[in-house]
């Protein structure tokens, strides 16, 4: 392949010709630390790192200073990086790296060691992932060498968009207790909204559906066909479009009768590893096709419309219902709940309107936490690019 003028090809790829290259070893020292996980202090004054992206504290340090840390084994590894300048510990199955020599740029060498180290130690295995890290794995990588100023500025350039990450995450964070706090007071009647001032009732779930369990099939029959309501289509998603359905399973038309799907009705997760799992729901908002649901959530189809479609989106998740849920589930190898469980769960019920004005505000609070994670993505997705075109000169700052 023909390089470009002003550039050559290196071990790292093709760089600016004013750029060097250098193995690790020669640029920094490279240590593990002392510690364990149950080390940890809750409220300790330092940070710790561990074998993962979580950061813990402690009440000791062991370096003062700019490192970066990446996990030396364990479900981090290759995959999890910090960056710090201050005093902390770290694990004995941490890899620190620090002492950077005057070349070189320490946030420089995070952004790409964090981008390209996980690649490098594929490469040196036939496995599907890395059990372990060694020490010469991180020693003997060659990266590049911009000119300092140049390493300054590409480092200034992608902690700028690292600080915005951190902050929209923050910002994502703090809007999601929001949110949290606002569901537990108007789905409880503890604050009401403006208007409204009507009595709520406390009807049990089984006052207000029937439950049916779902379907069950050999695997050869799914992949092609009807249709199907998944585990996964209900757990972590408060509503079910249709469109968003992938799963499809073959059946006669008896079956799909007997298992049907409308709008309106609300799914929950009938078994998982823990208690806390099941009894997840989900509300049908469109009206589907000739779609069914599948032998891992139950259907609780309305008997009534009593209960806003939108509004079932939330009133199965306060604290007061969740713990009821969880308390009538069972525990053997799996947890597990069942329709006769469910209904005996009490639920607060607003007057129709009312219930309709408490979905719209917090669809509203949703909306803009989905916005938010959006501008997040595009910014993620930015910072790539950014990474992918500064970390090999492709695009030079100076």
């Not at 964070?173 to 929001?178: D, F, N, S, T, V």
Request: include cysteine; aromatic fraction near 10%.
């Amino acid at each position: 392949m023909e390089v470009r003028e002003g550039y050559k090809q290196t071990e790292v790829g093709v760089i600016p010709d004013d750029w060097e290259i250098g193995r690790i070893r020669n640029l920094a020292s490279i240590t593990t630390g002392a510690k364990n996980t149950q080390d940890k202090i809750e409220d300790g004054e330092f940070p710790f790192f561990v074998r993962s992206s979580i950061v813990e504290k402690i009440n000791t340090y062991s370096f003062d200073g700019e490192a970066v840390l990446t996990a030396g084994d364990g479900v981090g590894t290759g995959k999890t990086f910090h960056y710090i300048n201050a005093k902390f510990d770290f694990h004995q199955r941490v890899y620190k790296i620090s002492d950077f020599e005057n070349g070189l740029n320490g946030y420089f060498f995070y952004l790409y060691f964090s981008n390209n180290f996980y690649d490098r130690i594929m490469s040196m295995t036939a496995k599907s992932s890395v059990d372990s890290v060694r020490m010469e794995m991180i020693a003997d990588m060659i990266i590049p060498l911009p000119p300092l100023p140049e390493q300054h500025a590409i480092a200034a350039a992608l902690s700028d968009v690292d600080a915005l990450l951190t902050a929209l995450d923050a910002l994502i964070a703090k809007k999601r207790l929001i949110k949290q706090g606002a569901m537990q007071e108007l789905l409880t009647g503890k604050k009401r909204l403006p208007g409204f001032s009507g009595e709520w009732d406390s009807p049990k779930i089984g006052d207000l559906f029937i439950f049916k369990n779902g379907l069950n099939k050999a695997k050869e029959f799914f992949g092609y066909g009807t249709p199907i309501v998944n585990y996964m289509d209900v757990y972590g998603k408060r509503g079910i479009y249709s469109n968003d359905l992938r799963g499809r399973v073959s059946l006669s038309g008896d079956e799909v009768r007997a298992f049907e799907v409308r709008k309106g009705d609300v799914f929950f997760t009938r078994t998982s590893e823990t208690a806390a799992e099941v009894g997840i729901s989900s509300v049908m908002l469109d009206q589907p096709r000739d779609t069914v649901f599948s032998g891992f959530i139950l259907r609780a189809r309305p008997k009534d419309n009593s209960l806003d479609d939108q509004f079932k989106k939330f009133c199965f998740s306060t604290d007061g219902v969740r713990k009821q849920i969880t308390s009538q589930s069972t525990e053997t190898t799996r947890a597990l709940t069942s329709g006769r469980n469910l209904s005996i769960v009490a639920i607060a019920r607003p007057p129709l309107e009312e219930q309709k004005a408490i979905a719209e505000l917090l669809n509203d609070m949703d909306a803009e936490i989905a916005a938010l994670e959006q501008r997040r993505e595009k910014t993620r997705r930015l910072k790539q690019g950014m990474m992918q075109e500064l970390l090999t000169g492709r695009t030079r700052l100076l």
